[in-house]
């Protein structure tokens, strides 16, 4: 399998390895297989291909040089060899081993159709029981080694030429949608490796081969029609389900085929490909659609955002492709019920102002997915052919798509419940960055991807999660044989046949760490003092988990006293809560009392980022929210609240700061501070920290130089900053070192123009920089989540082909993600996050396919500060995520902010 090219320009035959489809007990067990596992078809018959026990020593061996085959996998070996290990060839002449061998098949009468039975999943999988997780572990083992085999295409289809680690991607992904039981996968490459471009491959492959076998033949259409409705809307219920709707004007009637006892089934249209990803990289994709797609083989592109979008289902299936939103698809798809939901329910009925305020309130949604019926209720899914769902549930996909898939990490929000409710053909993530905070993380990712028996929290936990706690080293061992199943991940490190698979420029990552002023260094050591102090009482009165929220506060106020002493003291935006003025006038004083209460700075938690948060809001529905990430909820008409089963409609106008209200209450503006004379020097808006300072002589020395050399030096030479860490060079991050194209790079090196993208999680911190930025002659933008999609996309533009804009201010929330920036070769960080990905997510705009000249970062912190601590935290997650993809063999364990975190944070290591 592995080695040989997959041609699909030529004849169908020469590339599907699944040619004689009519052949019930071969599909089967062809399908039951990852693709590793499937056998070749040579003439007539099957070879034994690569199960032979030496190879999956040989292979594991590779994989972990240093420890040997392990004494259990050994033995599982030698049992193999015994009795499992050998398979029946087409003509029944060799052994098959168990777990491959086929299962007993619903009885072929109710699906009429010349693929067998073995097609409808949903059916077929219940049959797997205790094998499921063996196959996939054996799978896996197989699958070791990264895929090598390329899939070639015809000239016509692409504008571009696929690199060769994309044309790699595009014939797994062939084969992966070839399997019944998780057609599709995660293609998790790093950040700018081109995985929209591999897509995009894959949709016109498919269309391709699609239209292909249409005019090859007529009943093959009808096979591959029924072949979209392989899951659960073909069991009994749904049928009479369907039954009962049929009056329904969505749906379409298509005529069963003959064999059936029933001639009349309703069903979805079938659409194409869906594709849902963060509304900022909406109109990326649209343009990625439009130029990476040749003239001769142009794609139907729909855009469904807004408040305009279709309601007919029909119309969404004449689209090849249709671009959606994860809040979008958060609103229109019924989610699927789970058994692990309890906790978060719990944490909504604290709230005792939602039901209050969701009794009378007119906003409430009354079509959709936030409507359940008497079904839903009792933790029956609802059918996606309700008449209550949205559009986009009322069609059947051909293939789904998630991109910036780490966006559904927590299986419990809406948003992830919603996406496993989809009806499609196939199912895809997209992520360079899929686990983020804990294991945990992929349980949600499975649970999309139909990945059995990994698709409920309890199997998940009990067979992937719960034995990394047991034994790390065997536990992530075994995580990584399943991942390799149905992920492909490189990295911009990875070597194929020797050769690095993209020449990029130098990535040079440098940690500055600046010296405090003595006024803020008096400042911070006071807070320190005051939160370590309050720490220890918690701990004492062993109270830390039930003042977790307050925990977290102290910890956001330090770190923020890192950026700028004002940052910390609730500095806000004017504009915050002004559309919702004259709500408040409206409300009782009663509600508006518990809309403060809501906002009380030490219970506070953002329900988007988990954070405390950045100029806090209270909605309507008493959900608190940074007014950023609930911004990127109010930008059409029917955006609703994303904390967790809320589905009260948002806008403006219900969204409210804490002053905005506490004017109504006291009906006298707040001020945080007496007259500006008497602030400390420090607090004073036109006080320049000393980060502002170091990113403003980092942003001075970078886009000013001609000398891109000489730069680095300068900076680290500088009286208040030094480079304690040294430099973490490309190769300690894995990057690759050369240069593709000596010419494009000096004559980038000449002629573009040097320029910064400056980072900070907060928005206040963008704020006090444009102040020193607005002192200064360079030229910037600003882009963040509380602006509009059309503002982004110009700024971004502006940045990108504007010689005289050398800087981009970004807000890591809003910024990190999709976009291509490559027209900057520097990217400053202001401050850290918890997990390093998301600083990974920032840096990787830049450094990318596209990017000619060497890109320099640096990530500013301020020594003996909490920052130090947060570095060693981030140290752990990277081991967590190195360890789970097999990129190291430390078994470490990462998760959330855990009390030990936290004493590690405050205390240090005891
Ligand atoms: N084969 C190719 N030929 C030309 N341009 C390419 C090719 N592959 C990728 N690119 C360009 O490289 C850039 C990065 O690709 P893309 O956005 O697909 O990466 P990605 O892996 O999806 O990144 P992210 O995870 O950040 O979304 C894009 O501008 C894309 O057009």
């Known amino acids: 399998m592995a080695n040989e090219p997959i041609d699909i320009s030529s004849s169908s035959e020469s590339w599907d390895l699944e040619a004689d489809e009519s052949i019930v007990d071969d599909s089967v067990l062809k399908r039951s297989l990852a693709p590793s596992l499937k056998p070749h078809v040579h003439g007539s018959t099957y070879s034994i291909g690569n199960l032979g026990s030496s190879q999956i020593r040989e292979s594991y061996a590779r994989s972990y040089p240093a420890q040997g085959v392990p004494n259990q996998l050994e033995n599982q070996l030698e049992k193999d060899c015994d009795d499992d290990l050998v398979m029946y060839d087409k003509n029944g002449s060799l052994p098959m081993p168990k777990p491959f061998m086929p299962r007993t098949y619903p009885s072929t009468a109710q699906h009429s ?92 492959i ?62 979805r249209p079938q659409a194409g490909t869906l594709v849902v990803c963060p509304a900022s990289v909406l109109r990326q994709w649209d343009r990625e659609l439009k130029e990476k797609v040749d003239d001769k083989a142009k794609l139907r592109v729909l855009i469904y955002h807004g408040s305009n979008r279709t309601k007919d289902p029909v119309e969404l299936a004449k689209y090849d492709v ?161 991942l390799s199943a149905v992920m492909l991940r490189r990295t911009k490190g990875t070597f194929i046949d020797g050769e690095p698979i993209i020449r990029l420029p130098r990535k040079t990552i440098n940690l500055i760490q600046a010296e405090f002023s003595e006024e803020e260094r008096d400042f911070y050591k006071e807070l320190e003092a005051n939160s370590l102090s309050q720490f220890k009482a918690y701990a004492a009165a062993g109270t830390l988990n039930q003042n977790y929220a307050n925990i977290l506060l102290m910890l956001l106020r330090l770190r923020q006293a890192c950026d700028h002493p004002l940052l910390g003291m609730g500095v806000k935006s004017d504009s915050i809560g002004r559309d919702s003025v004259q709500m408040v006038k409206n409300l009782p004083r009663d509600m508006l009392i518990n809309l403060m209460k809501h906002l009380d700075p030490f219970s506070a938690i953002c329900c988007v980022c988990n954070d405390p948060p950045e100029d806090a809001v209270v909605t309507m529905c008493g959900h608190v929210f940074c007014y950023q990430c609930v911004s990127e909820y109010l930008r ?70 001609n000398n891109a050399c000489s730069q680095l030096h300068n900076i680290v030479g500088h009286s208040d900053i030094s480079s304690s860490r040294g430099k973490e060079t490309a190769e300690s991050v894995g990057s690759i070192v050369e240069f593709t194209n000596t010419k494009a790079c000096s004559d ?118 909490i920052e130090e601590r947060i570095l060693a935290l981030q140290d752990d997650k990277r081991k967590m995520v190195a360890s789970a993809f097999g990129e190291d063999q430390s078994g470490g364990s990462g998760n959330r902010l855990t009390v030990e975190d936290l004493r590690f944070l405050f205390m240090g290591k005891q």
């Open 113 to 204: 159709s010349s693929a067998g039975p073995g097609l409808h999943s949903g059916a077929g999988k219940e049959q797997y029981g205790e094998y499921d997780e063996r196959l996939i572990y054996q799978a896996a083992l197989q699958d070791l080694n990264q895929p090598k085999a390329e899939a070639t295409y015809p000239d016509g289809l692409l504008s571009v030429s696929l690199l060769k680690h994309q044309r790699i991607a595009l014939s797994w992904m062939l084969q992966k949608e070839k399997s019944v039981c998780c057609s599709g996968g995660f293609l998790a490459d790093d950040q700018g490796l081109g995985k929209t471009i591999s897509m995009i491959a894959l949709i016109q």
């Open 748 to 865: 980038a090196h000449t002629e573009a123009p040097k320029k910064a993208i400056v980072f900070s999680q907060w928005t206040g911190m963008l704020d006090l920089v444009e102040i020193s930025l607005n002192h200064s002659d360079l030229r910037y933008r600003r882009l963040d989540g509380t602006m509009t999609l059309s503002a982004r996309d110009k700024a971004v533009k502006e940045f990108n082909n504007d010689p005289e804009v050398t800087v981009m201010l970004m807000s890591l929330k809003a910024g990190n993600l999709g976009l291509n920036m490559v027209a900057a070769t520097h990217v400053v960080l202001l401050d850290l996050w918890w997990n390093p990905t998301t600083e990974d997510q920032a840096i990787d705009r830049a450094h990318r396919i596209g990017q000619t000249r060497p890109v320099t970062v640096s990530r500013l912190t301020i020594k003996n500060t």
């Open 636 to 705: 059409g008409d029917e955006n609703t609240c994303p904390s967790y089963e809320c589905k009260e409609l948002l806008g403006h106008d219900v969204v409210f700061s804490k002053d905005t209200l506490r004017s109504c209450l006291h009906g006298n503006d707040h001020h945080d501070f007496g007259p500006s004379s008497e602030k400390p020097l420090v607090l004073q808006k036109g006080y320049r920290s000393s980060k502002v300072k170091a990113a403003m002589e980092i942003l001075q020395s970078h886009c000013k130089s």
């Open 206 to 267: 498919q269309k391709l081969l699609q239209s292909k076998s249409k005019s090859e033949d007529v009943s093959d259409k009808r096979a591959e029609a029924l072949n979209l409705d392989d899951d659960e809307e073909n069991d009994a219920n749904a049928f009479e389900k369907c039954k009962q709707d049929e009056d329904s004007h969505d749906l379409i009637l298509i005529p069963e085929a003959s064999t059936s006892s029933r001639n009349i089934q309703p069903k």
């Open 322 to 482: 249709v671009l959606t939103t994860y809040a979008i698809v958060a609103n229109e798809v019924p989610q699927t019920s789970g058994d692990d939901e309890d906790q978060n329910k719990k944490n909504m009925e604290n709230s005792g102002l939602i039901s209050d305020f969701s009794c009378n309130n007119k906003r409430k949604r009354k079509t959709h997915a936030g409507k359940k019926s008497k079904k839903a209720k009792k933790g029956i899914e609802i059918s996606c052919i309700d008449s209550d769902c949205g559009t986009l549930a009322k069609v059947r996909w051909l293939r789904v798509i998630l991109d910036e898939a780490q966006t559904i990490k927590n299986h419990r929000t809406q948003v992830a419940r919603a996406c496993a409710g989809f009806k499609a053909k196939s199912r895809w993530c997209l992520s360079g960055t899929p686990i983020q905070n804990s294991i945990d993380d992929l349980f949600s990712y499975f649970r999309f991807l139909k990945y059995d028996p990994y698709t409920t929290y309890k199997s998940f936990c009990s067979k992937l999660k719960n034995p990394i706690s047991r034994d790390s080293v065997q536990g992530y061992k075994k995580l990584y044989a399943v």
